[in-house]
């Protein structure tokens, strides 16, 4: 049986070919502010090439085997947590979850005692979520782990747009001056602030719309400080889809219009919602994209979340191969 | 009677106009002379003998604005820890405010910190008394019994009253008294939980931004209620540009208002939470950078300074906020709020002396007689070198040369942006009450 195991492991080994990581200078992925093209071209390059292991019988490779990667949630998490646990097991790695909100954090641990701890256990790649934006910053400075931050408050979520721009690169090739809307809750979106980043990187004109009190203040500035040209800020949603290339809603919380920023979810919707005669104004294939969990009747119709034009499931499949190969970069490219 | 010359200093006393070489005498706890002959006479008898050439001698600082923390978090700060680093940034008076626990909204604790500052303190401690009872905006505190024990001005600093009607009450009832209001300017429901200034910075680290209008919507309700009171309003810590033209315009309208500024709002902007290398994103959302009110833009600093130049700001004051290592060493949000800055602030403000910002007179005049002003005249006449004066001395080094260094201050409260700045200015001796209670290892000192 042992030998067995064994000799499927080998086969599998020698299936991954050799990959290309000079370009890569990471030991954590905290945001993709600090990315260049090239770097993001070597995670998609490997994405393709794990995308293809997943698509196998047996999804499964040694590459990671003997390393530990624990996921570190503070935050109730479905898709991003299964998807890198997913991720790690392909890899080999061996995984710990650690459910922060009901574990000795709950009992009044701060952050960095718990990271401590995870990093005398072993931890060699910390994947963390966390509800306070920069919580993977202190990580970072003070354990010896990779961290991947797996989104922080309204702040990041690098895995999340890579595996956008990953989607958007399978179906139109380059993001090279493609127009980009992303519509919605902007002040909270680590997905927007994080695509912001990466997908100018790669060329893209970034529009973000939203009603005026769930746009940041401040993110005119931060744009002209920033990605000038580059991105820009929209209130009409006419204005930020027509001709785009893809149209990204963002989940509406419905806690937002009870704390004052909007007047009613009814005039959310008629405002701002993507139903199929607003996408009409888009370009005629435009994509689809939601990075989740949606409100469908919200922020976007049914009809549109399961229409012809959305890759929406074709994301969270994504991720899985796009956070195979954060893994693997930030574990030095090497088997274990 | 014990005598202490300080001799062959620069000595600078913006009150008596005095900018010279000279020589200072104190004898107990007062000044005894002053000048460039008349004292060397005396130097015979001298018990304590300070050699001051090369060096400034200037009167003692006065920080209106400190936080001790004891009664009530000892583990951040004590008062003497606290006076302790007082004395080692020049400061011979400190106003500490009233956020204890329990607060100082009764003579009890009002009497309790006035006898450890007397027992335990460094420098001369002068207690703000809250302005209602357990900070909660709601009942006055008992003015008259506070004002007997010793406070100098009422605050409830930190949480400042929202009601304006209770705040025009408080400010008719102290009229009588003649002691200012302090406030801590901040409208809560529009910072609303708010961890930084309001900004592109704010906006590209995903914090939650405090808008320049939480503060200057309270600046105008407060000039409005010293208009309609005729009371005394002491504006503290102000940060924004908006503020100060607020000010600027109340004063010319003769509206009996003062104010301050800290080291930290001339000196650093709301980008400092990121860091001090802008390609280092390891350091970034930095919490020694987190202050309230929270560092703001270039443009508000050089509002600032012009309020400096033109008088619209009375005083320089630290806003001293020692806090423990865990209440710092955490997630930005859930971060205290505050800059342990009584041992950095000379130094600091000395660059902009240096970088011709301001000049020296007006630094010292900051630090000393206009801030006297606010505190008033009750504890002698402070911030001055005059004969019969209190013996409170600062001298320092314009250009002496050193780096900041957490681990050697005496305050508990290793929360510093500048930690490892090279500063150039530095406190050498400070002299409280006639006595040295601070000396740079370097100065010579001899003892009869």
Sequence with gaps: MRSAERGIQTTISESLPPLSTALWHHHHVLDLDDFTREEIEVVMDIADVMSEILQREVKRVPTLRGRTVVTMFYEPSTRTRASFELAAKSLSADTVSLDATRSSVAKGESLLDTLLTIQALGADIIVMRHQHSGAPYIAARHVKASIINAGDGWHAHPSQALLDIYTIRKHLGDLKDRKIAIIGDIMHSRVARSNIWGMTTMGAKVVLCGPPTLLSPGLKEFIAHCRPGQVTIETELENAIRDADVVMPLRLQIERQQSGLLPSLREYVQLYQINEEKLSIAKPHALVMHPGPMNEGIEISAGVARGAQSVIEEQVNNGVAVRMALLYLVAGGRGG | ?448
């Design chain 2, 1 to 448: 009677m014990a005598k202490l010359l300080i001799y062959g200093g620069h000595i600078i006393d913006p009150v008596q106009g005095m900018d010279t070489i000279g020589d200072l005498l104190v004898k107990d706890d007062k000044i005894a002379a002053i000048g460039a002959a008349a004292v060397k006479k005396d130097t015979a008898g001298a018990d304590i003998i300070l050699d001051a050439s090369g060096l400034t001698v200037c009167p003692g600082f006065i920080d209106l604005h400190c936080h001790l923390r004891q009664p009530g978090f000892e583990d951040a700060e004590t008062i003497a820890t606290g006076t302790l680093a007082a004395a080692r940034g020049g400061f011979t008076t400190v106003c500490c405010m009233p956020n204890t626990q329990p607060p100082l909204d009764t003579k009890a604790t009002v009497d309790y910190v006035r006898q450890v500052a007397d027992s335990e303190g460094y420098v001369r401690v002068l207690p703000v008394g809250c302005i209602t009872k357990g900070r909660k905006g709601v009942e006055l505190v008992e003015m008259d019994e506070l004002t007997k024990a010793g406070v100098i001005a009422f605050s409830d600093d930190g949480e400042p009253v929202a009601s304006p009607r209770i705040m025009r009450l408080a400010m008719e009832y102290i009229r009588r008294l003649g002691l200012p209001v302090i406030d801590h300017c901040e409208d809560k429901d529009l910072s609303h939980d708010g961890v930084m200034n309001e900004g592109w910075v704010s906006a590209r680290l995903g914090l939650k931004g405090i808008p320049a209008a939480a503060e200057e919507i309270t600046v105008a309700r407060d000039i409005s209620l010293a208009a309609l009171t005729g009371s005394r309003l002491h504006i503290a810590h102000v940060s924004t540009r908006g503020s100060v033209e607020l000010i600027r315009h109340a004063k010319k309208k003769g509206i009996p208002i003062t104010t301050e500024v800290t080291p930290h709002h001339l000196l650093l902007t709301e980008e400092r939470v990121m860091g001090t290398d802008p390609d280092d994103h390891l350091s970034f959302y930095d919490t020694s950078a987190k202050v309230n009110p929270p560092l703001r833009t270039r443009d508000d600093i050089s509002a600032l300074i012009r309020g400096i130049k033109d008088g619209t700001i009375d005083a320089i004051a630290t806003d001293h906020a020692p806090h423990t290592l865990v209440d710092k060493l955490c997630e930005f949000n859930i971060a205290a709020f505050g800059i342990s800055g009584l041992e950095t602030a000379f130094g600091c403000l000395m660059s902009l002396v240096h970088r011709e910002e301001i000049d020296l007179t007006t630094l010292i005049s900051l630090l000393t007689w206009r801030p006297a002003k606010v505190v008033g005249t009750r504890y002698g006449e402070l911030g001055t070198l005059k004969p019969g004066c209190p013996a409170d001395v600062t001298i320092f080094d314009p250009n002496r040369e050193w780096v900041v260094d957490s681990r050697t201050f005496a305050s508990k409260g290793k929360n510093t942006p500048f930690e490892g700045q090279l500063l150039r200015g530095k406190v050498m001796a400070t002299i409280s009450r006639g006595k040295i209670v601070y000396c740079d290892e370097v100065l010579k000192v001899r003892t009869k």
